[in-house]
T-cell receptor, first 114, second 115 residues
Framework: AQSVTQLDSQVPVFEEAPVELRCNYSSSVSVYLFWYVQYPNQGLQLLLKYLSGSTLVKGINGFEAEFNKSQTSFHLRKPSVHISDTAEYFCAVTVYNQGGKLIFGQGTELSVKP | SAVISQKPSRDICQRGTSLTIQCQVDSQVTMMFWYRQQPGQSLTLIATANQGSEATYESGFVIDKFPISRPNLTFSTLTVSNMSPEDSSIYLC????????????FGPGTRLLVL
């Protein structure tokens, strides 16, 4: 069975500092990987995804993530955060060709302080 | 990406009653799902809504408690039956658009509080 672990439940950071949100997954088969963001009192918005090809993927709002198959990781990074990036971030995985079921990590609360 | 709307956006209900949540998409989609997000928690898949047939439920979720309909390619409903305070959650529908290669897009969610 697949599982997703987000290693940090909360990440406080100052504005304009770089940030990395960590995500590890476990699966014995090929997977697709996603990062979603949830702003307060809103639904989930897709930040970026890895389906195939280049292991470095770029998403919206200046975020990027790198797929590392050997370490089964898909860490999310941003070189300089803004106050508006304060939100909950979810890493998720779906198994290739298995009906699209998403398995989510527990979420990381990013808090950007001035 | 598809534009997804949910109704109601939020509701406060009494225990023992039922609430039906609607999910409407502005284009035909291949797959529709329903998720639950309990307070302070991550998302858990309730079921896959199958067009014209019974939904496929995940372990721990049953049709009697969460009946789902999907009469066409753009619309689905989830009913939360015989509610208890433990059902207080955000319920989200998600879709995979045609040609979107297993990428799910989420609706804004329905915030349910059961008293």
């Amino acid at each position: 069975a697949q599982s997703v672990t987000q290693l940090d439940s909360q990440v406080p950071v100052f504005e304009e500092a770089p940030v990395e949100l960590r995500c590890n997954y476990s699966s014995s088969v090929s997977v697709y990987l996603f990062w979603y963001v949830q702003y307060p009192n809103q639904g989930l918005q897709l930040l970026l995804k890895y389906l195939s090809g280049s292991t470095l993927v770029k998403g919206i709002n200046g975020f990027e993530a790198e797929f590392n198959k050997s370490q089964t990781s898909f860490h999310l990074r941003k070189p300089s955060v803004h106050i508006s990036d304060t939100a909950e971030y979810f890493c998720a995985v779906t198994v290739y060709n298995q009906g699209g079921k998403l398995i989510f990590g527990q979420g990381t609360e990013l808090s950007v302080k001035p | 990406s598809a534009v997804i709307s949910q109704k109601p956006s939020r509701d406060i209900c009494q225990r023992g009653t039922s609430l039906t949540i609607q999910c409407q998409v502005d284009s035909q989609v291949t797959m529709m799902f329903w998720y639950r997000q309990q307070p302070g928690q991550s998302l858990t898949l309730i079921a896959t809504a199958n067009q014209g047939s019974e939904a496929t439920y995940e372990s721990g979720f049953v049709i009697d408690k969460f009946p789902i309909s999907r009469p066409n390619l753009t619309f689905s409903t989830l009913t939360v039956s015989n509610m208890s305070p433990e059902d207080s959650s955000i319920y989200l529908c998600s879709v995979v658009a045609q040609g979107a290669q297993e990428t799910q897009y989420f609706g804004p969610g329905t915030r349910l509080l059961v008293l």
